[in-house]
């Protein structure tokens, strides 16, 4: 089946800095893309909505300043932290959905903000 | 607005028991449902996608069926093991896109 790869795996930072996740479907194109954060003990949450040369759509009382998401290519989507705080400390997750229906998850990354 | 509960919240069977999770939704104008498993500190591993003109998908152990008219979806597990001890999060896609994800249920299978 498709796969899709979430680069960091894990990554601490220090708070203040900003902080890059990458989000790549390894063989097929992602006409869009969907970045998720879960909270402890909660279920996951959709933050926004990217396609493929076009902004971001964000779900209420996500702070896109904050979010920064880009999807230059149909493999790759970004989602930037800025000025990381330790609440922005998470789980964040990406899926992609090529021409089918079906949207593939990435495997996550875990961010701790000290 | 879709709204999914998964109970029981933590459930914990000793190894070999046949156990089933259960997932409530309160819209059924969905376009499938997929069961996940997330380990501790780790991602999450797809288990099986129903579309929503099926009733049931099997891998091996795990079975999972879809009652839209209900709105439930149970994932049953066939002598579970201590390996399949994480949490299980079902996931429906409905309009727009629009994945939403249960609470999760925290399954401790006890050798």
């Known amino acids: 089946g498709a796969v899709v790869s979430q680069h960091p795996s894990r990554v601490i930072c220090k708070s203040g800095t900003s902080v890059k996740i990458e989000c790549r479907s390894l063989d097929f194109q992602a006409t869009t893309m969907f970045w998720y954060r879960q909270f402890p003990k909660q279920s996951l949450m959709l933050m926004a909505t990217s396609n493929e040369g076009s902004k971001a759509t964000y779900e209420q009382g996500v702070e896109k300043d904050k979010f920064l998401i880009n999807h230059a290519s149909l493999t790759l989507s970004t989602l930037t932290v800025t000025s990381a705080h330790p609440e922005d400390s998470s789980f964040y997750i990406c899926?992609?959905?090529?021409?089918?229906?079906?949207?593939?998850f990435g495997p996550g990354t875990r961010l701790l903000v000290l | 607005k879709q709204e999914v509960t998964q109970i029981p919240a933590a459930l914990s069977v000793p190894e070999g028991e046949n156990l089933v999770l259960n997932c409530s939704f309160t819209d059924s104008a969905i376009y499938n449902l997929q069961w996940f498993r997330q380990d501790p500190g780790k991602g999450l591993t797809s288990l099986l996608l129903i579309q929503s003109s099926q009733r049931e998908q099997t891998s091996g152990r795990l079975n999972a069926s879809l009652d839209k008219s209900s709105g439930r979806s149970t994932l049953y597990i066939a002598a579970s093991q201590p390996g399949d001890s994480a949490t299980y999060l079902c996931a429906l896609r409905g309009g727009y896109q629009k994945v939403t994800f249960g609470t999760g249920t925290k399954l401790q299978v006890i050798p």
């Open positions: 899926s992609a959905r090529g021409t089918s229906e079906t949207q593939y």
